[in-house]
Protein backbone atom coordinates (compact mmCIF):
# COMPACT_ATOMS: atom_id res chain seq x y z
CA UNK A 1 0.00 0.00 0.00
CA UNK A 2 0.96 3.78 -0.12
CA UNK A 3 3.12 6.24 -1.92
CA UNK A 4 5.13 8.84 -0.32
CA UNK A 5 7.09 11.84 -1.71
CA UNK A 6 9.96 13.50 0.53
CA UNK A 7 11.06 16.76 -0.44
CA UNK A 8 13.37 19.86 0.99
CA UNK A 9 12.85 23.01 0.48
CA UNK A 10 15.12 24.86 1.81
CA UNK A 11 16.19 24.28 4.98
CA UNK A 12 12.27 22.61 5.69
CA UNK A 13 11.50 19.49 5.45
CA UNK A 14 8.66 17.73 3.88
CA UNK A 15 6.95 14.15 4.14
CA UNK A 16 3.28 13.09 2.51
CA UNK A 17 1.83 10.25 1.97
CA UNK A 18 -1.39 8.46 1.12
CA UNK A 19 -2.93 5.50 1.27
CA UNK A 20 -6.24 3.00 1.09
CA UNK A 21 -5.02 2.08 4.29
CA UNK A 22 -6.19 3.34 7.68
CA UNK A 23 -4.08 5.85 9.43
CA UNK A 24 -1.31 5.54 6.91
CA UNK A 25 -0.23 9.21 8.09
CA UNK A 26 0.63 7.53 11.33
CA UNK A 27 2.93 4.66 10.56
CA UNK A 28 4.75 6.26 7.41
CA UNK A 29 6.60 9.23 8.39
CA UNK A 30 8.90 9.78 10.57
CA UNK A 31 10.43 13.22 10.24
CA UNK A 32 13.44 15.32 12.29
CA UNK A 33 15.15 18.87 12.07
CA UNK A 34 17.15 17.64 9.18
CA UNK A 35 16.01 14.57 8.37
CA UNK A 36 13.15 12.24 7.14
CA UNK A 37 12.18 8.23 6.34
CA UNK A 38 9.47 7.07 4.91
CA UNK A 39 9.11 3.19 5.57
CA UNK A 40 5.56 1.80 3.77
CA UNK A 41 4.64 -1.48 2.11
CA UNK A 42 4.99 -3.89 5.18
CA UNK A 43 6.18 -0.96 7.74
CA UNK A 44 9.34 -1.53 9.81
CA UNK A 45 8.86 1.45 12.03
CA UNK A 46 12.62 0.56 13.53
CA UNK A 47 13.52 1.76 9.95
CA UNK A 48 11.81 5.08 11.17
CA UNK A 49 12.83 5.81 14.91
CA UNK A 50 16.46 4.27 14.00
CA UNK A 51 17.42 6.13 10.44
CA UNK A 52 15.80 9.68 11.17
CA UNK A 53 18.66 9.83 14.28
CA UNK A 54 21.28 7.78 12.56
CA UNK A 55 20.71 10.25 9.57
CA UNK A 56 21.90 13.17 11.22
CA UNK A 57 25.55 12.42 10.92
CA UNK A 58 25.67 9.33 8.33
CA UNK A 59 24.85 9.27 4.42
CA UNK A 60 21.14 8.15 3.55
CA UNK A 61 23.19 5.69 1.23
CA UNK A 62 24.86 3.99 4.02
CA UNK A 63 21.66 4.20 6.82
CA UNK A 64 19.49 2.44 3.84
CA UNK A 65 22.05 -0.48 2.78
CA UNK A 66 22.42 -1.32 6.73
CA UNK A 67 18.67 -1.50 7.51
CA UNK A 68 18.00 -3.47 4.33
CA UNK A 69 20.86 -5.90 5.14
CA UNK A 70 19.79 -6.25 8.83
CA UNK A 71 16.26 -7.44 7.92
CA UNK A 72 14.84 -10.59 7.17
CA UNK A 73 11.88 -9.05 5.65
CA UNK A 74 13.49 -6.51 3.52
CA UNK A 75 11.87 -8.31 0.23
CA UNK A 76 8.49 -6.69 1.58
CA UNK A 77 9.78 -3.51 2.70
CA UNK A 78 9.39 -0.39 0.99
CA UNK A 79 11.59 2.90 2.34
CA UNK A 80 12.93 6.04 1.25
CA UNK A 81 14.91 8.64 3.17
CA UNK A 82 16.48 12.11 3.01
CA UNK A 83 19.96 12.26 5.26
CA UNK A 84 21.01 16.08 6.55
CA UNK A 85 23.26 16.93 3.70
CA UNK A 86 20.18 16.69 1.94
CA UNK A 87 21.01 13.58 0.47
CA UNK A 88 18.31 10.64 -0.96
CA UNK A 89 18.23 6.86 -0.82
CA UNK A 90 15.53 4.77 -1.75
CA UNK A 91 14.55 0.66 -1.78
CA UNK A 92 11.71 -1.12 -2.72
CA UNK A 93 12.31 -4.94 -1.73
CA UNK A 94 11.50 -7.45 -4.39
CA UNK A 95 8.18 -9.03 -2.75
CA UNK A 96 6.42 -5.37 -2.43
CA UNK A 97 2.79 -5.65 -4.80
CA UNK A 98 2.78 -4.60 -8.10
CA UNK A 99 3.24 -1.89 -9.00
CA UNK A 100 6.65 -0.92 -6.87
CA UNK A 101 8.76 1.18 -7.44
CA UNK A 102 10.54 4.75 -6.82
CA UNK A 103 12.52 7.59 -8.07
CA UNK A 104 14.87 10.09 -6.96
CA UNK A 105 15.38 13.87 -7.83
CA UNK A 106 17.97 16.84 -6.98
CA UNK A 107 15.49 17.75 -3.90
CA UNK A 108 12.72 15.31 -3.83
CA UNK A 109 11.90 11.54 -3.77
CA UNK A 110 8.93 9.65 -4.56
CA UNK A 111 8.18 5.98 -3.86
CA UNK A 112 4.87 3.74 -3.89
CA UNK A 113 3.59 0.25 -4.09
CA UNK A 114 0.13 -1.34 -4.96
CA UNK A 115 0.05 1.64 -7.18
CA UNK A 116 -2.29 1.69 -10.62
CA UNK A 117 1.47 1.65 -12.62
CA UNK A 118 4.99 4.32 -12.59
CA UNK A 119 2.96 6.88 -13.99
CA UNK A 120 1.61 7.69 -10.54
CA UNK A 121 5.48 8.31 -8.85
CA UNK A 122 6.56 10.30 -12.15
CA UNK A 123 3.22 12.43 -12.13
CA UNK A 124 4.04 12.86 -8.63
CA UNK A 125 7.69 14.13 -9.00
CA UNK A 126 7.03 16.03 -11.84
CA UNK A 127 4.02 18.22 -10.13
CA UNK A 128 6.36 18.85 -7.58
CA UNK A 129 9.55 20.22 -9.67
CA UNK A 130 7.11 22.30 -11.66
CA UNK A 131 5.45 23.77 -8.59
CA UNK A 132 5.75 27.14 -6.88
CA UNK A 133 3.80 28.96 -4.04
CA UNK A 134 4.12 27.55 -0.02
CA UNK A 135 5.81 24.15 0.48
CA UNK A 136 2.88 22.48 2.11
CA UNK A 137 0.13 23.20 -1.02
CA UNK A 138 3.13 22.38 -3.08
CA UNK A 139 3.41 18.72 -2.00
CA UNK A 140 -0.37 18.22 -1.49
CA UNK A 141 -0.79 19.42 -4.93
CA UNK A 142 1.83 17.23 -6.12
CA UNK A 143 0.14 14.11 -3.95
CA UNK A 144 -3.47 14.71 -6.27
CA UNK A 145 -1.25 14.50 -9.32
CA UNK A 146 -0.49 11.56 -8.90
CA UNK A 147 -3.37 10.19 -7.50
CA UNK A 148 -5.21 11.86 -10.85
CA UNK A 149 -2.78 9.51 -12.56
CA UNK A 150 -4.23 6.47 -10.85
CA UNK A 151 -3.03 6.77 -6.98
CA UNK A 152 -3.00 3.31 -4.76
CA UNK A 153 -5.11 1.07 -7.34
CA UNK A 154 -7.29 -0.44 -4.19
CA UNK A 155 -8.91 3.33 -3.73
CA UNK A 156 -8.59 5.75 -1.03
CA UNK A 157 -8.79 6.25 2.70
CA UNK A 158 -5.88 8.06 4.43
CA UNK A 159 -3.62 11.09 4.29
CA UNK A 160 -0.94 13.00 6.38
CA UNK A 161 1.43 15.91 6.05
CA UNK A 162 4.02 16.76 8.00
CA UNK A 163 6.86 20.04 7.66
CA UNK A 164 9.90 20.61 10.02
CA UNK A 165 11.39 23.74 9.85
CA UNK A 166 14.84 22.87 11.37
CA UNK A 167 13.47 21.84 14.67
CA UNK A 168 13.29 18.28 16.30
CA UNK A 169 9.61 19.31 16.43
CA UNK A 170 6.64 19.59 14.15
CA UNK A 171 6.29 23.00 12.06
CA UNK A 172 2.83 21.40 10.40
CA UNK A 173 1.37 17.99 11.16
CA UNK A 174 -1.60 16.93 9.19
CA UNK A 175 -3.83 13.50 8.93
CA UNK A 176 -6.71 12.41 7.32
CA UNK A 177 -6.99 9.07 9.04
CA UNK A 178 -10.55 7.51 7.22
CA UNK A 179 -11.77 9.90 4.48
CA UNK A 180 -13.45 9.65 1.38
CA UNK A 181 -11.05 12.55 -0.16
CA UNK A 182 -8.06 12.50 2.19
CA UNK A 183 -5.63 14.63 0.25
CA UNK A 184 -8.62 16.87 -0.48
CA UNK A 185 -8.76 16.78 3.45
CA UNK A 186 -5.36 17.68 3.89
CA UNK A 187 -5.86 20.56 1.29
CA UNK A 188 -9.25 21.77 3.56
CA UNK A 189 -7.03 21.61 6.73
CA UNK A 190 -3.71 23.55 5.17
CA UNK A 191 -6.67 26.66 4.68
CA UNK A 192 -7.79 26.26 7.72
CA UNK A 193 -4.46 26.26 9.22
CA UNK A 194 -3.93 29.31 7.09
CA UNK A 195 -6.17 31.53 9.26
CA UNK A 196 -4.73 30.76 12.96
CA UNK A 197 -2.31 28.12 13.24
CA UNK A 198 0.39 29.12 11.08
CA UNK A 199 0.28 32.94 12.63
CA UNK A 200 0.39 31.39 15.81
CA UNK A 201 3.44 29.67 15.15
CA UNK A 202 5.32 32.79 14.29
CA UNK A 203 5.63 32.80 18.28
CA UNK A 204 6.54 29.18 18.77
CA UNK A 205 9.92 28.51 20.38
CA UNK A 206 12.68 27.27 19.00
CA UNK A 207 15.98 25.12 20.51
CA UNK A 208 17.58 28.80 19.54
CA UNK A 209 15.10 30.56 21.01
CA UNK A 210 14.08 28.87 24.20
CA UNK A 211 10.90 31.26 25.48
CA UNK A 212 9.98 31.70 22.22
CA UNK A 213 7.96 35.08 21.98
CA UNK A 214 6.57 35.54 25.33
CA UNK A 215 3.64 38.11 24.48
CA UNK A 216 1.07 37.52 21.36
CA UNK A 217 0.97 41.00 20.05
CA UNK A 218 2.63 40.05 16.88
CA UNK A 219 0.71 36.88 16.69
CA UNK A 220 -2.24 38.69 17.47
CA UNK A 221 -1.97 41.09 14.66
CA UNK A 222 -0.47 38.47 12.04
CA UNK A 223 -3.89 36.56 12.50
CA UNK A 224 -6.02 39.94 12.44
CA UNK A 225 -4.31 40.55 9.01
CA UNK A 226 -4.90 37.23 7.45
CA UNK A 227 -8.43 37.58 8.84
CA UNK A 228 -8.83 40.68 6.77
CA UNK A 229 -7.08 39.01 3.78
CA UNK A 230 -9.57 35.92 3.60
CA UNK A 231 -12.80 38.14 4.07
CA UNK A 232 -11.40 41.03 1.74
CA UNK A 233 -10.71 38.01 -1.22
CA UNK A 234 -14.56 36.78 -0.58
CA UNK A 235 -13.22 33.26 0.77
CA UNK A 236 -15.30 31.87 3.69
CA UNK A 237 -13.82 29.85 6.25
CA UNK A 238 -12.93 26.34 5.72
CA UNK A 239 -13.25 25.83 9.31
CA UNK A 240 -15.48 23.45 10.98
CA UNK A 241 -14.97 25.16 13.87
CA UNK A 242 -17.92 26.15 16.18
CA UNK A 243 -18.04 29.83 17.85
CA UNK A 244 -19.86 29.24 21.37
Not at 126 to 149: C, D, K, N, V
Not at 164 to 193: F, I, Y
Request: charged share 20%; proline share 4%.
Amino acid sequence: MTWSLIARDGDDIGLIVASKFFACGAIVPYVGARTAVASQAFCNPIWGTEGRTRLKTQSAESVMADLVSRDAGQGIRQAHMIDAQGNFAAHTGGDCTDWAGHLIRDNHSVAGNMLAGPEVIHATSAAFAASTGPFAQRLIAAMQAGEAAGGDKRGRQAAGLTIHKGEDHAWLSLRADDHADPLGELDRLWRVAQERYVPFTLGMPTAAAFSGSPTRTHIDAAIAQAEAQRVESGQPSSSFAVDT
